[in-house]
């Protein structure tokens, strides 16, 4: 008997990476793919998934005006970003724990483009609540079906918004250089996501099979 694992995300090319490189790689799960959680009830029908596997970043509906944040007004922003050199400045003679001090000072250069990342996702429209609003759904309509995120965007803030809203797991999407190389990956690794999946569904008592 196969599992239902329902894959809920809203781009074409993540579909195509789920149909051709994972569902393929072990035939006891059934894919169940959908761009919005309506669309996944009604391809349900009346039954019950094993587990639902869903993307974290989408576009907000209520971000009237997306906007590709200029290049130049990214220039600025980075021109005041800590450099390498502010890394390693006068680093030999700090007084005190230089393991720690040095990770802090790169640290503030993580930060930093994390900080502008979030920026530039919200002038475009992306966040989290795309996902966050398919977990509550699904919580509502299926309860004690697992569900776990799925997400290649998604930064330290958004994990913690997702476990306090009940989230199962938290899967990172392989990325590459070029598509092709992340189908490559994303095709790689797929059977250590796939029984990390089968972990999460057998530890759940309800879990569904088709």
């Known amino acids: 008997m196969s599992q239902i694992i329902c894959f809920i995300d809203d781009s074409g090319f993540e579909h195509a990476l789920v149909q051709d490189e994972i569902a393929v790689c072990d035939p006891h ?92 996702c919200a002038k475009v429209g992306q966040n989290r609540k795309y996902g966050l609003s398919n977990l509550a759904h699904v919580r509502a309509f299926y309860p004690g079906v697992p569900a776990v995120f799925y997400t290649r965007k998604s930064l330290i803030n958004d994990a913690v918004a997702l476990f306090e809203a009940g989230a199962d797991g938290l899967f990172i999407k392989p990325t590459g250089k070029n598509d092709d ?30």
């Open 29 to 120: 799960f059934e894919f169940v793919q959908a761009y919005t959680f309506s669309e996944a009830r009604s391809l349900l029908k009346n039954v019950s998934p094993a587990l639902f596997l869903l993307d974290l970043w989408g576009q907000d509906e209520t971000v009237t005006n997306p906007q590709i944040t200029p290049q130049e007004d990214v220039l600025e922003k980075i021109s005041g970003f800590p450099a390498l050199a502010d890394v390693y400045a006068d680093l030999s003679d700090f007084k005190g724990d230089v393991g720690n001090e040095y990770l802090k000072r790169f640290f503030a250069i993580v930060d930093s483009w994390r900080n502008l990342f979030e920026s530039v």
């Open 181 to 210: 190389e992340t189908r490559r990956l994303t095709r790689e690794n797929a059977p250590l996501l796939l029984k990390k999946i089968e972990r999460i569904i057998d530890a759940y008592p309800n879990s569904r099979k088709a």
